[in-house]
């Protein structure tokens, strides 16, 4: 089924929702997480190849943070009078570049030298207060357009809305995102990262997995030997687990005994019976390291994938889930 502009548009809505339940859930919006968190997604909702946040101090813009395709690098200073995010602060709206070659509010030798042809910035304010910018930037000239803008306003006001930078509410933070048993990503961050995938395959076709793992046995080592040895099997998998997938996948501990493995822009081909041998590797070794006393584990698998827009992000996961209990049915 082709994809509508209505589509689109409701996805787009989703995504920034979820981007903002995201930066809610962590007390401060201002610390290098959040912050790259919405970099990230401002960059994959535009399509851009670099994004950044830059803050006022005076009369002078800071680089706080680049994302991707740079301009300047992090903690460089440019004066607000002569370039277009500090026009941004001042007239307090978003602003498009189409083509730095053409437009005169930048410098265009500059953007030359850094690869940068088109560029959209948004101001961040709070309670009034000019905070700072956030910006994106293409290689190709006429790359946004006011669709863009108005999301970049958007992902700029949720920013803005908590910048903070109390040390301890990072903590609890992080805490907040974390499976306190194995150290994983939780529940929370996984639904995140799959809302935030199912979005960019419905845009952009960009294809992904999902590897959801149930360990067979496990009830009976955790009833039989009792809980910290259960415990001790959890974070063992878990840390293998974290040891085997690729850096830019997402692995989470869903519930109980349940693991998820989320490749990002990944061929079935090439990761689908590579992952289930480490898999199968990992608590090979768990039952070897820990000699659960005759009881043995293995791991099912279900597996779902998506190739562009034909499944939404908790439909793969149904998908998965009813894979898992075929392959729990097969044992």
């Known amino acids: 089924m082709a994809t509508t502009a209505r589509d689109t ?38 399509n851009a190849d670099g994004a950044a946040v830059e803050v006022a101090e005076g009369n002078v813009m800071v680089h706080r943070a680049v994302n991707g395709l740079r301009t300047e ?59 700072g910018v956030l910006r994106v930037m293409s290689s190709e000239a ?61 845009r952009y076709a960009r294809p992904y997995g999902l590897f959801l793992i149930g360990l067979n046995g496990f009830s009976v080592v955790n009833e039989s030997l009792g809980q910290e040895w259960g415990d001790a099997v959890l974070r063992s998998v878990a840390q293998g687990l974290n040891n085997t997938v690729r850096g830019g996948d997402t692995l989470a501990r869903l ?14 081909t090439v990761v689908e019976d590579r992952l289930k041998n480490r898999i199968d590797g990992v608590v090979a070794d768990v039952n070897r390291e820990l000699s659960l006393d005759g009881y043995t584990l293995t791991a099912s698998v279900g597996v779902a994938w998506s190739v562009g827009t034909d499944v939404s992000a908790n439909e793969l996961l149904t998908e998965a889930r009813a894979s898992l209990q075929r392959a729990k049915a097969q044992r």
């Open 255 to 268: 519930e109980g005994d349940q693991f998820v493995v989320l490749c990002g822009n990944a061929e079935r």
């Open 9 to 46: 548009q409701r996805d787009l809505l989703h995504y920034v929702i979820e981007t903002q339940r995201l930066v809610n859930v962590l007390p401060t919006a201002g610390t290098d997480r959040a912050i790259g968190i919405v970099l990230d997604r401002v960059q994959a909702v535009t």
């Open 142 to 202: 006429e790359h946004f357009d006011d669709a863009d803008a108005d999301v970049l306003e958007l992902m700029a006001n949720l920013l803005a809305s908590g910048l903070s930078n109390t040390s301890k509410l990072e903590r609890e933070a992080e805490r907040a995102l974390r499976d306190p048993l194995t150290g994983l990503a939780n529940r929370f961050i996984f639904m995140d990262r799959l809302a935030h995938h199912g979005y960019e395959a419905r």
């Open 73 to 131: 690098p992090e903690g460089s200073r440019t004066s607000a009078d002569t370039s277009l995010s500090g026009l941004c602060v001042r007239v307090g709206m978003p602003l498009l570049c189409r083509d730095t070659d053409t437009d005169p509010r930048v410098d265009a030798a500059a953007c030359r030298r850094a690869g940068v042809r088109s560029i959209a910035v948004a101001p961040m304010f709070r309670t009034g207060e000019a905070l």
